[in-house]
């Protein structure tokens, strides 16, 4: 079967544009995740869906990220007027309930690079 | 606050030796403990997971881990290094499921043929 699918692999933009990113999570995980990983860095939690709604958008950096999943599936996360320290892969993930017994499952993530 | 740290940012070691990668959390309650493996593009897979159960974990590929609780260790392991092994590997910490997966900064492991 199919993984989580992430579009576009790579993208990139000017500063101050708008860009956006999809994820395709796997058929039937209620739960998404999308997360943020830097250069030499670990992933870093950006938002938690449930269903449609967002579990926890704690971890978004500011009002420039947005993320929507209005059907419980396809989600799509959204960055307004690019900065440059926005450059960074954003991965997408999904499980059947909560993270914390449950396994994610990664997509190949979406590289950013704002210039 | 929950939180994990490698204590290697890079370990090498020749094919065939023992491989041991080095992981501590910080949590207040009792957590659940994951190992992920992320390969050049590719992406994260996991390898392992401790939810409090038996604390010596056996994943995929032949690692293993071992919750300790009294060093707020979740080290990984494995007896012998393959070429395939080289990845980056991050430790990760969960509360509970309705808080995030929280990752270390990762450990590159080389493996010397």
């Known amino acids: 079967g199919a993984g989580v699918s992430q579009t576009p692999s790579n993208k990139v933009t000017e500063k101050g544009k708008y860009v956006e990113l999809r994820c395709d999570p796997i058929?039937?995980?209620?739960?998404l995740y999308w997360y943020r990983q830097s250069l030499g860095q670990g992933p870093e939690f950006l938002i938690y869906?449930?269903?449609?709604?967002?579990?926890?958008d704690s971890g978004l950096p500011n009002d420039r990220f947005f993320a929507v999943r209005p059907e419980g599936s396809v989600s799509t996360l959204k960055i307004q007027r690019t900065e440059r320290g926005d450059s960074a892969v954003y991965l997408c993930?999904?499980?059947?309930?909560?993270?914390?017994?449950?396994?994610?499952?990664f997509g190949e993530g979406s590289r950013l690079t704002v210039l | 606050a929950q939180s994990v740290t490698q204590l290697d940012s890079h370990v090498s070691v020749s094919e065939g030796t023992p491989v041991l990668l080095r992981c501590n959390y910080s949590?207040?309650?009792?957590?659940?403990l994951f190992w992920y493996v992320q390969h050049p593009n590719k992406g994260l897979q996991l390898l392992l997971k401790?939810?409090?159960?038996?604390?010596l974990v056996k994943g995929i590929n032949g690692f293993e881990a071992e919750f300790k609780k009294s060093e707020t260790s979740f080290h990984l392991t494995k007896p012998s290094a393959h070429m395939s092994d080289a990845a980056e590997y991050f430790c990760v910490v969960s509360l509970s499921g309705n808080t995030p997966l929280v990752f270390g900064k990762g450990t590159r492991l080389s493996v010397i043929a």
């Open positions: 058929s039937g995980h209620t739960a």
């Open positions: 869906f449930q269903g449609t709604g967002a579990a926890d």
């Open positions: 993930a999904s499980t059947y309930g909560g993270g914390r017994t449950g396994e994610l499952f």
């Open positions: 949590s207040s309650y009792s957590p659940s």
């Open positions: 401790y939810t409090s159960a038996a604390t």
